[in-house]
DNA sequence: CGAATCCTTGAGTTCCCTCAAGAGAAGTGG
DNA sequence: CCACTTCTCTTGAGGGAACTCAAGGATTCG
């Protein structure tokens, strides 16, 4: 049988799937960015996570046969490469190393959500934001470089947990106790990397 | 290969092993509860499951080759069957179904993560009690019977992502309109289910 | 250049946390 | 069985972080 596999083409802002959906399959990242999220009833979004080209979206839905746990929607236009569900269970059959590498990118994924909640329950915005911009520079730019934001502000709160005005107010707040520095809308240098990382972790608050 | 497997017994409140330890193996929980957990830099706890009989432990760090992400502890004396590294990893080659069924594992602990996540970030802390009091009840006790907690109030409160007295005064309010009884220090009965799903769902609010 | 989106800033409110003290339950030992 | 300690839970007063609502400024895009 041979492994059906078929390309789509998603453009800015258009759903791949929504929460409660069945599942019929999972999709591999190609190029583009796409959001996984979470809705609330007043229309508050938590986004779970941003998947660029060679992530894998929606696997959880086929293991646990049940319906999406979470909405998926395209940031930017994007190509995904489908998989129909039966044929990720005969790719398994044929080579089993397949699973071990499942159950990695399921563990990975399992951390970064024990870490999510880490960061809503037991830290406060500032914390969060500072890890956040922390990671960035190391993954985009290289320390003391400056770097810039691939998504929007707005969507940054969402990622955090919080809301677009809350990270306004706190990047001012950084950036008057000379932590960061802002460059343009979404422009950054790091200035202070002690004093994030203390942020980060909780021993030091912005005042 | 013999598949090795250690019993050990846990009392009260041992430790099983800490945030950021190196991972030799995994767990099965053969009696008693044991709770995983994130600590704040203050020691506010937050429970991220509570595992029962014949759940495992710790089988995330088996996969993704690093330290175990949160700590674990016995709630009450408990027996675990100890599992090292390898035999793991021998079992899925001996028997690939044993991989699909971890898959099914981790992907039904991610589900449970989005949903926390979910509570955390977009519903109030009357919200997460509704729901939980009505999981609780039908897993217990069926609609419409008391049921009795089975871990203390500090540690639901843990689970919750808030604090005792928060949920003290909760409780009191639930109870002052209604929506459900108190009996003693751990027995409830839901007088209101339609008023819990509201709360629960966010389309009510606590006067 | 105009329209639309995105971002910032201000004022006010709410939820929940902190701190503190007391009431209740449970376990221990005399 | 009763005093004792200890743990758990409740209740009050106060404060702080972050949200809502509202409006103005900046960027981007057609």
Do not use: W
């Amino acid at each position: 049988m041979a492994l059906a596999a078929l390309e789509q083409v998603f453009e800015k802002g258009q759903l791949i799937f929504s929460e409660g959906e069945d599942c019929v399959g999972f999709y591999l990242v190609l190029s583009g960015r796409v959001k996984v999220f979470k809705l609330s009833a007043e229309g508050k979004e938590q986004i779970l996570h941003i998947l660029g080209p060679g992530e894998p979206l929606g696997e959880v839905a086929v293991f646990s046969e049940e319906s999406f746990p979470a909405g998926a929607q395209a940031m930017e236009k994007s190509r995904l490469l489908f998989f129909p569900k039966d044929s990720l269970v005969e790719m398994i059959r044929r080579d089993p190393s397949v699973a071990l590498k499942m159950l990695g990118v399921l563990s990975k994924r399992l951390r970064k959500f024990t870490r999510l909640i880490e960061d809503l329950s037991l830290k406060e915005v500032p914390g969060r934001l500072a890890a956040y911009l922390l990671e960035k520079e190391s993954s985009l730019g290289g320390k003391g470089n400056s770097f810039s934001l691939e998504i929007p502000k707005a969507q940054l709160a969402s990622l955090l947990g919080t809301i677009p005005e809350t990270l306004s107010r706190i990047l001012a707040r950084m950036a008057a106790e000379e932590l960061i520095q802002l460059n343009g809308t979404r422009g950054f240098r790091i200035l202070d990397h002690r004093g994030l990382q203390e942020l980060a972790q909780g021993s030091r608050r912005l005042s």
